[in-house]
């Protein structure tokens, strides 16, 4: 009979013991998840984009020439509608890009298909600057 009550408080033990190692093993794995670092970062917003997410912009000029002018209008976190505490700055002056603003860039497509993009100002500091 005693032979009995330790095999089922042995059983009890271990089933105890695995419940408690599997529960620990899952509450890991979500939080492992959503700290993956970011692959890019807005150049207007600054907020970092995952996978799936992208940059809306426009390109101008034939995709074959090797420098292209193309419009920032911003990522998910700051276009159409900016997120609660996001600003929209321009890299270039500093100051605040309106709603309808976008940012000026210039594309450079590399010879290994790779490509670069540098960013020339706001659609408010290049206006200021041609007047």
């Known amino acids: 009979m005693e032979f009995i009550f330790l095999l089922v408080g042995i059983a009890i033990l271990i089933a105890a013991l695995s419940y408690f190692a599997f529960s620990k093993r899952n509450k890991q794995r979500p939080a492992a998840q959503s700290q993956k670092p970011a692959l890019v970062n807005c150049p207007m917003c600054g907020s970092g ?25 911003g990522c998910p976190h700051c276009y159409p509608v ?36 540098m960013i020339v100002g706001c659609s408010s500091c290049l206006k200021n600057e041609r007047t």
Request: with cysteine; net charge positive.
């Open 49 to 73: 984009l995952q996978k799936g997410q992208n940059i809306y912009s426009k390109v101008f000029r034939p995709m074959n020439v090797p420098d292209q002018r193309c419009i920032i209008s």
């Open 82 to 117: 900016c997120e609660i505490g996001v600003k929209r700055l321009c890299p270039v002056c500093g100051k605040s890009v309106p709603p309808d603003g976008h940012l000026v860039a210039r594309l450079f497509n590399k010879t290994q298909g790779k490509k670069h993009v």
